[in-house]
């Protein structure tokens, strides 16, 4: 039966790809290195692009097509952490590599960039589509939206579209701001903001397990659920980012995208459908019932912290103060844990408790849901309530997803003891999943914007954050407060406690 629903047509993954030429701005950059190149390599190798396919690499540094195409080429090498590079997709691949170099404030590259797309256009059958995708500084977004517009290639004979990568502003009026600046040449529609974590499959499949079950769903609200965690955790510290990082911090960097989108999946309700503005509506509403906080609030629920310098494993880790690039005396924060109150009926009075942190004693991404408890006793408990009825979907690494209860130790008293029921994402399917630039670069060629963030989205987000912000930059907390490799600062046990809850060692 014809559908309208792309999650509920069998196809949705052989949607048709249409030929396009994507313009990378920062082609020289960490990112492309890292993830996009490895992800356009997989596409092609999964024959998941349309023959009239092109790369154009754009950025300051001169390098002929030639030297562009060895330098990625190095980067899918390096990379791509389970594709083995293979000579005969590599050179159709690369045949499609091209480079323009230029200073984005510069008319003249714009002018360049028309000569090679119409180039590309012709040579490559990219029937004049193009999806610009911003991998530079963020102020460097809206100046090139601009050159783009004055250029006349905002349009074109197929569509034109702008991908967006974090950080999206640094609060709600640099949000709007640069909203305003991107709409004087693309329609919100074509504006793609990404947010990598709504690409990975394991927070997809947060809304395949709500959705797609009928036994979950009933228990899902604020008479059954007591309160939920989501951590996502980060052994390692600032990478070289140092510079970057002393200005965004661990709330901007982490919790105002990555986490709340992974909150508004949780505790979202199901759409009319899963077509993209359904689901996005329902994702807006959610951030928008978020409870902005008081000061007052601010200061009981929430905290800020800071890693200093510890020895782990036998190493000397230094402390975020001493990192390359950062201020000895900075005021950043390495870890935020903020308790979240949704004013909704099904969630009021549920605390979301969100933490993420760099120099934590593990990579872990996972969302603990507590349910409540039995009201009675009846039996006598090994480890009395502490870490049962708790539902965990583990995010990365591991995925997988795990339900907590009591069972009856074998014998013959009545003894009972938790145990877990485990599903495991990488043993149930064996399969290869596609990484969440795989997934995202895939739906902006094809068109479709259901895992993309609006603009609504990204403005009810900052007007959650800002008063944190706020606040945290009126109050002295005395920083380092956590040591690297330790679960961060005591303050965030105790904001727990105040409300009989503890923090889940993952
Ligand atoms: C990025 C942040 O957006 O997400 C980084 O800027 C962080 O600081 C990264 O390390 C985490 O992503 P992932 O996919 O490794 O969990």
Redesign the pocket.
């Given at each position: 039966m014809p559908t309208d629903n792309p999650f509920q047509d069998p196809l949705r993954f052989e949607r048709q790809v249409p030929p396009c030429a994507i313009v990378i701005f920062g082609a020289n950059g960490d990112l492309t290195k890292r993830k996009l190149l490895p992800a356009l390599y997989r596409l092609a190798y999964d024959r998941r692009l349309a023959s009239g396919f092109a790369v154009i690499g754009i950025s300051r540094t001169p390098l002929t097509d030639d030297q562009f195409r060895e330098k990625m080429r190095d980067s899918v090498e390096q990379f791509s952490e389970d594709t083995k590079l293979d000579e005969e997709v590599w050179a159709d691949f690369a045949r499609g590599l091209s480079y323009v170099a230029g200073d984005i404030g510069d008319p003249a590259l714009y002018k360049n960039l028309a000569d090679k797309l119409a180039q590309v256009e012709a040579e490559r059958h990219t029937g004049g589509n193009a999806l610009f995708y911003l991998s530079t500084q963020p102020s460097q977004y809206a100046p090139i939206a601009h050159g783009i517009g004055a250029a006349g290639l905002g349009k074109g004979n197929g569509w034109r579209r702008l991908v967006v990568e974090?950080p999206f502003g640094h609060d709600l009026s640099s949000a709007r701001e640069l909203s305003d600046r991107l709409h004087e040449v693309f329609e919100e529609s074509d504006v793609y903001r990404i947010d990598?974590?709504l690409g990975?499959e394991t927070v997809q499949n947060i809304l395949a397990f709500r959705f797609g079950n009928g036994i979950f769903e009933p228990l899902w609200n604020r008479r059954y659920v007591n309160h939920v965690q989501i951590t996502?955790a980060?052994a390692?510290g600032v990478e070289g980012?140092g510079a970057y990082?002393q200005e965004a911090g661990a709330l901007d960097?982490?919790i105002q995208?990555?986490l709340l989108q992974v909150l508004a999946t949780i505790a979202m309700e199901p759409s009319a459908s899963f077509q993209a503005t359904s689901v996005r509506d329902e994702r807006s509403k959610l951030l928008r019932s978020i409870r902005p906080m008081t000061s007052a609030e601010v200061l009981e629920n929430t905290v800020a912290g800071q890693y200093g310098a510890a020895r782990i494993g036998g190493e000397d880790v230094p402390g975020f103060r001493q990192e390359q690039g950062v201020d000895p005396k900075s005021r950043t924060n390495t870890y935020a844990a903020v308790a979240f109150f949704v004013d909704n009926w099904r969630w009021a009075g549920v605390p979301f408790y969100v933490r993420t942190g760099k120099r934590l004693p593990k990579r872990v991404?996972e969302i603990a849901i507590q349910f409540n408890t039995a009201p009675l006793h009846l039996f006598n408990q090994d480890s009395g309530d502490a870490g049962v009825n708790l539902l965990i979907l583990r995010i990365?690494p591991e995925e997988g997803i795990s339900l907590k209860f009591l069972s009856k130790r074998p014998g013959s008293g009545m003894t009972l003891r938790p145990v877990s029921m485990d599903f495991n994402y990488g043993s149930s399917f064996g399969e290869r999943s596609p990484s969440?630039y795989e997934t995202l670069l895939l739906d902006a060629i094809i068109g479709d914007p259901t895992l993309y963030t609006r603009q609504d989205m990204v403005e009810a987000s900052w007007s959650v954050v800002e008063p944190i912000q706020n606040t945290w930059k009126e109050t002295e907390t005395d920083f380092p407060n956590y040591a690297a490799g330790s679960w961060g600062p005591a303050a965030a046990d105790a904001m727990l406690a105040r409300r009989g809850h503890v923090w889940r060692k993952p």
């Open positions: 974090k990598h974590y990975k996502g980060e390692i980012r990082y960097d982490m995208n990555h991404t990365q969440a």
